[in-house]
């Protein structure tokens, strides 16, 4: 069946009215759903962090329609930032450059930098177009939690806050995007996406991986995001049954996310098969984990990934949503560390 993604006039209509009017509106992007309000209007910019929960010094990303008004966010855009443009916008690629002077603090969390994106969803971009200006947006979930990918996950999380919700169906990537930061001569990888670094390389040279002290701030950056809230551990590959065996003894349920079936039948394991291609298990990787995160389990356990690129932005999500939840607690409460 042919998904219809591009919205009716009417709800775009609808859309660009709540962001002049200050409100939130909720719209599909091939990544994740972000929670989108008028860039230009730091009432609404902090309506965001209100409905989302998230610390209001952490800064946002401003989403346009094209690169055509790069120059009224970026006070100078490098030569690689342009190449990188070229080949990659719109698409999931995110990159921090020098603010210009106009833009509030709010969206930049006090930061000489800002973040763009262009992104390719055609329901992004028919209500980007339609809007005119730029639309800060962080991802549309409460923060610390697990990234929307469908329609119904905003609903869930944030319904009543959000004025509108687009829904454009399932994100295609389903992972944030990558976020690459210019710093003087040189550029970092701050969050691995879909664009991996092998393909950044490619077109600028050089590309360093990870923040340094220098690098700007980057709140996902730290391993209380991305998380269920079902304590989650990653095992090694060839361990995933026997640890969901040991862990379900006496009766305990346990939720596993692994590449196979199971080798054998376990009466309180709930298991799920992501599948071995990393393009597949990172569309429903975030659905996957809220679907495991509701099956009244005490523990998730994650089947390690392989190496390898393809992998990076899957092993980079799984760490911070293992590394969020106390090692020590089993009791299947809530341990999300603060
Ligand atoms: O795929 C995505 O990037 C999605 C969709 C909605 O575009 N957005 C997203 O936003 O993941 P968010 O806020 O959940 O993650 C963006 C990250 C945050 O960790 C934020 O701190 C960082 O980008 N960021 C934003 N502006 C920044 C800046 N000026 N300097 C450094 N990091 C920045
Ligand atoms: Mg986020």
Redesign the pocket.
């Known amino acids: 069946m042919v998904r219809v993604v591009r919205a009716t006039q009417v709800e775009i209509e609808a859309a660009v009215q709540a962001l002049r009017d200050g409100e939130l509106v909720a719209f599909p992007?091939e990544?994740?759903?972000?929670l989108g309000a008028n860039a230009q209007n730091p009432a609404a910019v902090r309506k965001i962090f209100e409905a989302k929960g998230r610390p209001s010094n952490?800064?946002?990303?401003v989403?346009l329609d094209s690169p055509r008004y790069l120059h009224r966010w970026v006070r100078e855009v490098p030569q690689t930032a342009m190449s990188l443009a070229e080949r990659f916008w719109p698409g999931?690629l995110?990159m921090?450059m020098p603010?210009a002077a106009n833009v509030h603090d709010v969206v930049?969390?006090g930061?000489d930098?800002?973040?763009i994106?262009v992104?390719s969803h055609p329901m992004a971009q028919q209500l980007l177009t339609a809007f005119g200006g730029g639309i800060a947006?962080?991802?549309?979930n409460r923060f610390g939690r697990l990234?929307p990918t469908r329609a119904e996950h905003v609903r869930e999380e944030l319904g009543e806050r959000v004025k509108v919700i687009l829904d454009g169906g399932e994100c295609q990537i389903g992972l944030?995007?990558t976020?690459i930061?210019f710093q003087g001569q040189s550029v970092r990888l701050?969050?691995p996406?879909a664009i991996t670094a092998a393909q950044i390389r490619q077109v600028i040279g050089e590309l360093l991986i990870g923040a340094d002290v220098e690098s700007?701030?980057?709140?996902?950056?730290t391993p209380s995001h991305y998380a269920p809230v079902t304590p989650m551990t990653i095992v090694p590959s060839g361990e995933i049954d026997a640890r969901a065996e040991a862990l379900s003894e006496g009766g305990r349920r346990v939720a596993v996310l692994a590449q196979r079936l199971p080798l054998k039948g376990h009466k309180y394991v709930t298991w799920i098969n992501a599948g071995r291609r990393p393009e597949q298990y990172g569309h429903d990787l975030y659905a996957n984990l809220r679907t495991l995160d509701k099956a009244g389990c005490q523990r998730i356990l994650v089947q390690d990934v392989p190496e390898g690129e393809r992998w990076t932005a899957i092993r980079d999500r799984l760490l911070r949503a293992a590394a969020s939840v106390s090692e020590s607690d089993d009791s299947g409460a809530m341990a999300v560390l603060p």
């Open positions: 992007t990544t994740v759903y972000g952490h800064p946002v990303i989403h999931p995110t921090v603010r930049t969390g930061q930098t800002v973040a994106r992104p947006a962080p991802s549309a990234s944030e995007s976020i930061a701050l969050r996406g700007p701030r980057v709140p996902g950056g």
